[in-house]
């Protein structure tokens, strides 16, 4: 107990400026106008360049289609595949995507229970780009299985045969849980961040389609602080759900190799280095698709550089990470002793795919290196190359694992040269119209940032700070 | 004098987060009952502001791990050492081992659903209809602007003394919401 004559506070004195966080949203903007800002990109006028990208990516998703339904009607022959490389671009392209799906639930689970408030800039469209990335990844597996119309024999659902179950030893089909329960949670953890914000765009909405379909897929909400107490207990339940589920999808997803015999594919360290491999092509893409939305519609308040600069600080970790994994790789290639293995390795970098391995750890080991340095970091041309190099990088890891471990198997006589044929390259670039069709889709419909969660992370939304309206004194 | 059968509540208007949590403290110091704090996003110690326990989705979630890590195993069993008994390598029909990944997605998926059909169920959403959302003023809430709504059905309610404590605690602009 004080008594009344004694200071009712202890004066203490405010940190130095050099330590002081830059904020993370610049020029001290009021709530609404992140609103306004964020709104403001559905309710306007669309861009041309928003009608060019979708005319563009239109005829390449068709293209997309078509293959597949080339694909279909002829048979596996019109790939590349042959023996013994029986996974060629189906699966290197599925890793890939699946990959890339990593960064949105990282950054909106990992990094919330880290207390990271940056993500809430990045984190809506991440978690959109995560879901539309295995929207692509899951074509994959489902028309590599040749006979496609039996693909939902993955499934465990009664069928006429007996039923005959599936085999729940094979890794293979942990990867259908993995993927399947992945993208439902991924898919709900960001429409339950949306309900707010479609709710915000409700209120601002004029037309009555627009009234009409935010009205109901904001299910009535108010803003009520019981339903928020209920909501952020939800949003912290299904962050600590996500973590472990991202940890493990990437991990199942590398059981696939690793629980194989195959020499370069039997190796323990497949999860841990699957895993930082599929953030650090996550981070990759999602810089990829950020810098150019951010000048797009200027939101250079709201996704400031310091955000850039954290995502390249996380890209150069596990870029380092991945890095690690290929020397350590390497080093229990000998030090085990397996001749098999060894010659696995030595023929990954200095075989027939030498090309490939050496893009690789180009793009993926030294590239990332350049953020190190502050001045490249912040220099948003420069991240934007580096990141395609990053996504590069990634398509020829999964590459060189698939096909470099395959195409000599162990008798010479088994040995073999994989080469796509067009229906297997059409196929993949056509992902890329998918992807973009979904995602220009989602960038015109959607509130791209979370503005709720941004607003949340200002100064003047925290009622203990003078510009939340906090008098001083007592507090 | 006004009918109240027809009104809902007496919506009051703040500007900051801070004089919003300073009126729920003293709404709840009064003892009410029937009331509610409207915010653009969840005010950091409104939950203490306005007494209100922790929330109960976390019983829900957990009921949905524990189904899901029941019936994952359950459904393993089932097809591969029951209803189609395959002997895979000379290995036990059944470990819980080899279907631990599945049962793990499991576990995870039913305690994602629990923890987002848990918290609708608690907020009763969805929901067709709710007097604010036809008050203009209230659009709002979902922008820049700090409510708090006393429901006329409150058994502390009372028109004059209401209106009085919502003025003491800053309120600028105040307004009856009809049902």
């Keep these: 107990m004080s008594s009344p004559t004694a200071p009712t506070s202890v004066k203490i004195a405010a940190p130095p400026r050099e330590i002081e966080r830059e904020p993370l949203v610049l020029n001290n903007r009021s709530l609404g106008w992140i609103s306004d800002q964020i709104a403001g990109i559905i309710e306007g006028k669309t861009p041309t360049w928003w009608w060019v990208t979708m005319l563009i990516s239109l005829p390449v998703m068709l293209m997309c289609f078509t293959m597949i339904g080339y694909l279909i009607s002829t048979g596996v022959g019109v790939w590349g595949l042959n023996s013994p490389i029986a996974w060629g671009w189906a699966i290197v392209n599925f890793v890939f995507w699946i990959g890339i799906g990593h960064a949105g639930t990282l950054i909106s689970a990992v990094l919330f229970l880290l207390r990271q408030k940056w993500r809430t800039s990045i ?23 040749g006979r496609i ?21 094979s890794p293979l089909l942990w990867d259908v849980f993995a993927v399947s329960t992945y993208f439902t949670v991924s898919a709900l953890f960001w429409y339950m961040g949306l309900i707010p914000d479609l709710a915000t765009i409700r209120d601002r909405c004029k037309g009555f389609f627009g009234k009409f379909f935010y009205g109901l897929f904001s299910l009535g909400w108010t803003g009520s602080n019981r339903h928020w107490s209920n909501y952020e207990k939800a949003y912290l339940l299904l962050a600590g759900l ?22 370069g594919w039997h190796t323990t360290i497949f999860p841990p280095y699957f895993v930082a491999g599929a953030i650090f092509s996550g981070f990759g893409m999602v810089l990829t698709l950020m810098i150019p939305l951010r ?7 709201l996704l400031t550089i310091r955000h850039i600069e954290l995502m390249c600080k996380v890209t150069l970790a596990t870029g380092s990470i991945v890095g690690y994994a290929y020397g350590m790789e390497f080093f229990i290639a000998w030090y085990g002793g397996n001749p098999y293995e060894a010659y696995a390795f030595q023929n990954r970098a200095f075989g027939p795919y030498w090309w490939a391995y050496w893009i690789m750890i180009s793009c993926n080991v030294i590239s990332p290196q350049f953020f190190w340095f502050k001045k490249l970091r912040t220099n948003v041309v420069v991240v934007w190359i580096l990141s395609i190099f990053v996504n590069i990088g990634m398509w020829f890891e999964r590459f060189v694992i698939v096909v470099t471990s395959l195409h000599r198997d162990y008798i010479p006589a088994n040995w073999a040269y994989y080469s796509p044929t067009k229906v297997d390259v059409l196929t993949f670039v056509g992902t890329f119209g998918l992807f973009m069709v979904l995602f220009l889709l989602f960038i015109r419909f959607l509130p791209l940032i979370a503005i709720s969660e941004v607003k949340g992370v200002t100064n003047q939304a925290d009622p203990h700070h003078p510009l939340g309206g906090a008098k001083g004194g007592h507090h | 004098m006004t009918d109240y059968s027809q009104a809902y509540g007496l919506l009051a208007e703040f500007e900051t987060p801070a004089d919003a949590m300073h009126a729920a403290e003293k709404i709840r110091d009064a003892g009410f009952s029937r009331w509610d704090v409207h915010t653009p996003f969840p005010v950091h110690g409104m939950d203490d502001a306005m007494g209100l326990k922790n929330s109960k989705v976390g019983w829900f979630s957990f009921c949905g791990g524990a189904t899901g890590f029941t019936l994952g ?28 990944p599945v049962v793990y997605e499991m576990t995870i998926l039913l305690s994602a659903f629990g923890a987002i059909f848990g918290m609708l169920f608690l907020n009763r959403l969805p929901k067709l209809y709710h007097p604010l959302l036809k008050n203009r003023r209230f659009k709002g809430a979902t922008h820049d602007k700090f409510y708090v709504i006393i429901e006329t059905a409150d058994p502390r309610y009372s028109e004059a003394e209401t209106r009085e404590l919502l003025e003491s605690a800053g309120c600028k602009h105040m307004e009856m919401v009809e049902d």
Aim: net charge neutral; charged share 10%; glycine share 4%.
């Design chain 1, 242 to 263: 996500s973590t472990p589920l991202v940890l493990s999808v990437h991990s199942i997803v590398s059981f696939d190799f690793a629980v194989s015999q195959v020499p």
């Design chain 1, 149 to 169: 119309w039996f693909a939902w024999w993955l499934f465990p659902l009664p069928n006429a045969n007996g039923p005959i179950w599936p085999q729940f030893r």
């Design chain 2, 73 to 100: 195993y359950l459904m393993v069993w089932f097809m591969n050492s029951f209803d189609y008994p395959v002997v895979v390598g000379g290995k036990p029909l059944f470990s819980p081992m080899f279907p631990f």
């Design chain 1, 295 to 301: 000048s797009l519609f200027k939101l250079e308040d």
């Design chain 1, 123 to 145: 984190n809506r469209a991440a978690e959109a780009m995560t879901i539309f990335a295995v929207m692509c990844a899951g074509i994959f597996p489902m028309i590599h299985v």
